[in-house]
């Protein structure tokens, strides 16, 4: 159980430090995002129309009880007129990297390298073999996760490349790390 926890430490570090890498030196963060035109504008009507953090989403219809045909249509019009988005709002601002936001992707990190261990133990095998299987569980998370956003919310496909590139390489190392501290397991033949 040691070896599993010291493991998960080290492949959540490995993940850490990767993400960091991708998301400051790697040119996808970059391409994935857009500044607003006349953003001071924009950030004024913001201001004297949203008050309260959160993740909006536009045109809006309300889905908590039946939808009258309708209004669904009118919904599905203004849908497809345009314009539609996501919006993450903060309307009191925040801190680019606080000691907050960094922990918490740290322990995240780690947790996530902790089932990863869990699952790494119970593969038998070479060590590559071993190490690629923890990269397919990236690549699993990128496609249950990244790729729904792409379809549903249409993130951009930058970001779903950049995305693909930081969960794979991140639990590539993370691989690396644990496969070298968890031995594979013995199969026994009858």
């Known amino acids: 159980m040691v070896r599993i926890v010291l493991a998960a430490i080290v492949g ?5 430090v990767w993400g960091a890498f991708s998301h400051t030196v790697l040119p996808f963060e970059r391409e994935a995002r ?3 035109p006349n ?4 950030l004024s009507t913001f201001g004297s129309n949203l008050t309260a953090p959160g993740m909006y989403f536009f045109p809006w219809i309300d ?3 039946k939808v009258p045909a309708a209004e669904q249509e009118a919904w599905n019009q203004k849908l497809a007129s345009g314009p539609s988005g996501l919006l993450i709002y903060r309307p009191n601002g925040g801190e680019a990297m606080s000691p ?10 780690v947790l996530a390298a902790l089932f990863g261990a869990l699952i790494l133990v119970q593969l038998p095998g070479r ?3 071993r190490v690629l299987s923890m990269a397919a569980v990236g690549i699993a998370a990128w496609l249950s996760i990244s790729v729904s956003q792409w379809t549903w919310y249409s993130f951009s ?3 779903l490349i950049g995305d693909l590139v930081d969960q794979f390489g991140g639990w590539l190392l993370a691989g690396i790390g644990m496969a070298t501290l968890i ?8």
């Not at 936001?101 to 990190?109: A, D, K, P, R, Y």
Request: charge should be positive; charged fraction near 25%.
């Open 157 to 159: 496909t930058p970001f």
């Open 63 to 65: 889905r908590s009880g």
């Open 12 to 16: 959540g570090f490995l993940m850490f």
């Open 100 to 109: 907050r936001q960094l922990v918490s992707e740290f322990v995240s990190n």
């Open 127 to 129: 060590f590559g073999r």
């Open 34 to 36: 857009r500044p607003i």
């Open 183 to 190: 031995k594979p397991r013995r199969v026994r033949s009858f």
């Open 39 to 42: 953003e001071s504008a924009v």
